[in-house]
């Protein structure tokens, strides 16, 4: 499909580190042109951030940032300022993910902005929503997942281990950029009903909380009737349920159903020789037959779920013995024909390498002038009409004269800005 749903969407991509350049990315996949600005000289931090060939762009950037155009460009002269100004008034959006107040002292207020293009939409990450108590503070990803709950969930309430545990999956980042691409495109479609744009705003706080809410749901919980029953591992008297605070779960499933984290063949020397295996309550009788326990399908110790519950860890224990002389693929496909919801544990390494998700567009390799080629994340979003044509990123300032000669600009003109590095 050469006419991409987002064809003809402007954006400048004013962000850095991983959240913003997560949202700007997805929407240049689905056909926004995404021109990313960047200080001329050094550019977006993570270029240079851990990198795997020397002078050659990082992976932290080249997977952040395909399917955009690079702008070099210095927006604290006179000059570049003039240049952006000439950007909002010819874009739609504007994302940007600097620390609190940066915009503002470079001259680009809200009303700045509105100003320049009534129709703008400007796209914000912040730590900290507007007005909240810590909205000067800076953030990253674990910081985020801190304030927003996940840290103090997540883990083992007792024993050596038992600090606030950060999860790998980017829910402070990326998962804050994922949201405001939601609010771009909602304000988008706001713009085709009023004419004007909007100011779109996701805190990182926020979006980590939001996917907290079973949690959040828990203390709830936990304040009416004393105990959270769905954590097996822990007795009801425990402390935290004592001072009502929702406790970290370790591995437990926080749905109605049981789930836990079992050792397959080879687990003591294979880290990841495990699976998850969730005992779903309308799936009890194909697990005992799975298992080989018929007589559990009758007895009332069994039967269900609030039955089970003391029995949990001898369950799960039974479990483990059925499969110790499996691997993880093989028990899954042993479980799978009795419909059980379950999945074997997968490195990165199996996940590199995984067939299905090069078939699905879901890793893909995409070349790149100085690297040669890379494997990124492609859309986890599959669309009918279309598959997104992943592309390499940006090398920086790529694109710079190409973006002025647009804006209008001559050769001399943009050869004046190079030579006093507003480019
Ligand atoms: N030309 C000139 N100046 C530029 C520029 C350009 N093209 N691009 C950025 N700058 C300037 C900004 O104007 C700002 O200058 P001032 O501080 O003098 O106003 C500065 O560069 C950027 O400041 P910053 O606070 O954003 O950068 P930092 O490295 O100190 O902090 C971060 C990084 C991520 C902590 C901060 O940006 C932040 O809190 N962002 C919001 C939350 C967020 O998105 N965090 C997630 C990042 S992903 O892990």
């Known amino acids: 499909m050469s006419d991409l749903p987002l064809k003809g969407i402007k954006i400048i991509d004013f962000t850095h580190v991983q959240a913003g350049p997560a949202c700007t990315q997805m929407l240049a ?3 926004a042109d995404v021109i990313k600005l960047e200080r001329p000289g050094a550019g977006d931090v993570t270029r240079t951030q851990l990198r795997d060939i020397p002078n050659a762009d990082a992976l932290y950037f080249t ?8 702008l070099t460009l210095n927006t604290k002269a006179p000059e570049g300022k003039a240049v952006l ?3 909002i008034r010819e874009s739609d959006v504007m994302v940007e993910n600097f620390g609190p107040g940066a915009l503002d002292r470079m001259g680009f207020t809200w009303e700045r902005i509105q100003e320049l293009n009534p129709g703008m939409i400007l796209a914000s990450v912040k730590g900290f929503s507007e007005g909240h108590h810590y909205e000067d503070l800076k953030v990253y990803e674990n910081v ?34 994922m949201h405001l691409a939601i609010g771009i495109l909602t304000a988008i479609i706001g713009r085709q009903k009023t004419g004007k744009g909007q100011k779109v705003a996701c805190s990182m706080q926020d979006a980590v909380l939001n996917l907290c809410r079973v949690k959040m749901r828990d203390q709830q919980r936990l304040e009416k009737v004393g105990y959270l029953e769905e954590y097996p591992q822990y007795p009801h008297e425990m402390e935290a349920f004592a001072d009502k605070v929702t406790p970290r779960g370790g591995n ?31 799936a009890w009788e194909p697990i005992c037959d799975a298992l080989g326990k018929p007589e559990w399908k009758t ?3 069994y039967t269900t779920a609030k039955a089970r519950q003391p029995h949990i860890d001898e369950i799960f224990a039974t479990i483990e013995d059925f499969i110790k002389d499996k691997t993880k693929f093989e028990a899954v496909d042993i479980f799978r024909k009795f ?33 040669g080629s890379y494997f990124t994340i492609g859309s ?23 973006v002025l000669a647009e804006l209008g600009y001559g050769a001399e003109q943009i050869a004046a800005m190079k030579a006093k590095e507003v480019i």
């Open 63 to 70: 997977m952040l940032n395909s399917n955009k155009r690079s």
């Open 380 to 402: 986890p979003i599959k669309f009918s009409a279309f598959k997104p044509s992943i592309t390499g990123s940006p090398l920086l300032g790529e694109h710079s004269e190409q």
């Open 252 to 282: 437990a499933g926080g749905g109605g159903q049981p789930g836990w984290i079992l050792k397959c063949k080879g687990w003591e020397t294979d880290p990841n020789a495990y699976i998850y295996f969730t005992v779903q309550g309308h």
């Open 144 to 177: 985020a997942q801190c304030a927003g709950g996940a840290a103090s969930t997540t883990g083992w309430w007792k024993g050596e281990n038992s600090v606030p545990t950060i999860s790998a999956a980017a829910l402070g980042d990326s998962n804050t950029g």
């Open 299 to 301: 007895d009332p110790a």
């Open 85 to 87: 100004e000439k950007l």
């Open 29 to 31: 996949w689905f056909g």
């Open 339 to 371: 419909d059980i919801p379950c999945a074997p544990v997968l490195s990165m390494k199996e996940l590199l390498r995984d067939e299905s998700l090069r078939k699905s567009g879901s890793i893909v390799e995409v070349p790149h002038k100085e690297r």
